[in-house]
Structures are given as structure tokens and as C-alpha cells.
């Protein structure tokens, strides 16, 4: 058995039929593939509660996916009909039909979490396929519920707070400036991929157009104009991390080492762009390995200090 085996069968003793075995699996590895930041914050979490948040992972990124993975001949009509065929498994409860699927389907019944956080967060997947321009801030706060809040307030039942209500609107602010930190560091991506996630009445305030952002693109530098637009974005980006901060506390003790340190590390992306005096068209932010660890460090030990007192 692999090491990822021996910690399913030691942390999800629930998890007993093999396919549901395999498909948690399968989404641990996806999460520690593509989200190495979030992967990390895991391992803060109770071992009971990394494989749910694995299995959500694992969800979003099987639907990013189908939308993202090159392959010049998918057209739009194909990746349609692939979002629709997961929608409908999910909604069918079809769970042979993809390997996320049973682990997903699993962690939502023992959660109870609603169908429609998995409705919404599909529509803006399908917006994305037609979709390539936000006209304003209202536009893109709707792509932006179904794409990233709805992900704060699926994971809130599996990290635990003694009041849902009061804690959801932190659990989706959260979600959302985790979503706009993307936007920001992948501005080059996103173009190559036809996108900007950036409102653009905002950007037409600094005398931004989408011309302009593919003019940096190609010469691979930030125009002044563009950087005051984006050093704009980050500073609205960082209200949203304030306002979220606050609801950390609402969260379960022992939930709280792994919901900080994802925020820390976050939000230091952002330091990260502003420090790079925002050349985000031909420099992807990161975090230093060497400070991922220390963070991570200190959110392991408040982690494992959290569960002792709640023994």
C-alpha cells in the first residue's frame, strides 16, 4: 500500500469501499500536484477533515480542466458538453462516471452540503466558455460567486464553526480574495487564454484596454498606465483579505493554524506582485519555498496545539 493509502485508511475511517478509496485518492493527488499552496494548508487540518477538502479540490479542478487543458481540437461545443456530462453525473449521483465523483458525492452527503453551491460553481465554469470580458465590477462578482465564494462556504461545514449564518459571509469574502489574487498574478495567462478577469470600467479609469494589456503581453513589460491599475486592484484585494481575516475567529480552534496560514501565504502573492513592481506579463508570482516552509512551520505547531486543548 502506498503512503497515500496508509493515510486514507488512518484519517477517513469511514472510507471503506475501494472505488471510494481510490477516487479520495486520486484527489489528494490532484491537490498536491496542482494546488501546492492550499495542498500545504492541509496538512494542517485534523487528519478527518483533509479528505473532504481533497475531494472539493479535486472537483473544481476536474471542471478547470475540461475548460483549460490545451487541446486545440476541443472546441467550445465539446468542452460544453463535458461540463454538462459532469454536471449531470453529479446531479445524477452517477459516481462510476469520473474518478472525483464518488469522493465528492461522498464528502457532500456527509457534509449536507446544498446542490446549488455545486450549480452555481458550474455556471461559472460555462461562463467561461463564452465569456472573455467583465464590462464591470457587478459582471464579474457573479462569475466570481460561483467560481470562488461558493468554495469558501462548501469547505465551512468541513472546517466547523458554532454559527454557519454568521460565518459564511467571511468563508465567501475569503474565497473571493483568494480568486482575485489569481486574476492578478495570471493577467498574461489569462490573455493567452483570450480572458481578462478585471472589471473594465476599472481599468478604462487609468486609460486600460484589453489593446494596451496585450501590448504588455507581447513586449513582455508593465506600462505605467496598467501599473496603477492593477496596484488598484491589489489595494481592493486587500480590503477583501481584511474584511475575511475577522472570520477566522467564527472558525473551529483546530480549523483556524490552516485557514491562516492559507491566508498568509495568499496574501503574500501580493506582496510578491507589488514587489516584482507588478510584471505580471512575464513573471508568475510565487511564494519562496524556504518562506512557505516557515509559515508552514508555525501553523503546524498552533495546529497540533489546537487539537490538544479540544481533546
Known amino acids: 500500500m502506498t503512503v497515500i493509502g496508509i493515510e486514507m485508511t488512518r484519517t477517513a475511517t469511514h472510507i471503506t469501499d475501494p472505488q ?5 485518492r486520486y484527489c489528494r ?10 495542498f500545504l494548508a492541509t496538512r494542517l487540518l485534523a487528519p478527518d477533515q483533509r479528505p473532504a477538502v481533497h475531494a472539493l479540490y479535486g472537483f473544481a479542478r476536474r471542471a478547470d480542466d475540461i475548460l483549460d487543458e490545451f487541446a486545440p481540437q476541443r472546441d467550445t461545443m465539446e468542452r460544453a458538453q463535458q461540463l454538462d456530462a459532469l454536471a449531470g453525473c453529479f446531479r445524477e449521483r452517477r459516481a462510476t462516471a469520473d474518478a472525483v465523483l464518488p469522493a465528492v458525492l461522498d464528502t457532500a452527503d456527509r457534509y449536507r452540503l446544498p446542490a446549488a453551491l455545486f450549480d452555481a460553481f458550474l455556471a461559472s465554469m460555462r461562463m467561461d466558455l463564452t465569456v ?3 464590462p464591470d465590477r457587478a459582471a464579474l462578482n457573479t462569475y466570481i460567486y460561483g467560481s470562488a465564494e461558493v468554495i469558501g462556504l462548501q469547505l465551512l461545514p468541513v472546517l466547523g464553526t458554532a454559527c454557519a449564518t454568521e460565518a459564511a459571509p467571511y468563508a465567501a469574502a475569503l474565497g473571493k480574495a483568494f480568486q482575485l489574487t489569481n486574476f492578478l498574478r495570471d493577467v498574461g495567462e489569462d490573455l493567452l487564454r483570450d480572458r481578462v478577469y478585471l472589471p473594465a470600467d476599472e481599468l478604462a479609469d487609468f486609460g486600460v484596454d484589453r489593446d494596451l494589456l496585450h501590448w504588455c503581453l507581447a513586449r513582455q513589460r508593465t506600462e505605467p498606465r496598467v501599473r496603477r491599475a492593477l496596484a488598484a486592484q491589489s489595494a481592493l484585494t486587500r480590503d477583501i483579505y481584511r474584511f475575511a481575516d475577522a472570520g477566522i475567529a467564527l472558525l473551529h480552534r483546530r480549523s483556524r493554524p490552516c485557514v491562516a496560514t492559507a491566508t498568509t501565504l495568499y496574501a503574500e502573492i501580493l506582496d510578491r ?17 524556504r518562506r512557505r516552509a516557515r509559515v508552514g512551520a508555525t501553523g503546524l505547531a498552533k495546529a497540533w496545539w489546537a487539537r490538544r486543548v479540544n481533546r
Open 20 to 24: 471510494l478509496q481510490r477516487s479520495y
Open 132 to 134: 472573455t470580458d467583465y
Open 273 to 289: 506582485i507589488e514587489d516584482s513592481d507588478f510584471a505580471v506579463f512575464h513573471h508568475r508570482a510565487t511564494v519562496p519555498n
Open 29 to 38: 493527488q490532484l491537490n498536491a500536484r496542482h494546488g501546492k499552496t492550499f
